[in-house]
């Protein structure tokens, strides 16, 4: 589309960023509603955070989507309510994720869940803004490999 026609449809650039990103997240949660477990917990765990990160090119776009997003939203009290609704839904769904491989008696008894599920928000959030920053430095294959390590560490 042109640039004048998305100005017939979005008033401003915040309203564009807030539609595109309420379009990926509908993506994303579309995604994990059709998602084939395989019965083992840390398999499917570390699948579905796969799903949220910019393995293809399809979550790459959704990735600068959300990076722009973010960036925007922090200056822009427009649409910082959506920017705290999509955080909040991903940080719930990392509570439910790590609740999850606890409930199983995956993870060691030693660890602080509160403190995981935080790390392991940061830790996915940074992958994807390096990914998307420095795509030649953190590959797809490098966010797989750090996500599989990190369970590593955290598993009984």
Known sequence: MSLGSLRHYFASQSELLAFSMR????????????FQYSGNPREDVERLIHELMPIDE????EAEVWL??????AADPAIQALKQEVHNGLYS???????????V?????????????????????GLVVHSVIYPEM???????????????KLMA
Do not use: W
């Open 93 to 103: 769904g990392f509570c439910q994720m790590m609740e999850y491989l606890d409930a």
């Open 138 to 152: 953190v590959t797809p294959e490098d966010m797989i490999q750090l996500i599989s390590s990190h369970f590593d």
């Open 105 to 125: 008696n995956l993870l060691r008894q030693d660890l602080d869940l509160d403190r995981e599920i935080k790390t392991l928000h940061a830790l996915v959030d």
């Open 23 to 34: 379009l990926v997240s509908e993506r994303s949660y579309q995604r994990v509603e059709v």
């Open 58 to 61: 399809e979550r790459r776009a």
């Open 68 to 73: 722009a997003f973010v960036g925007r939203a």
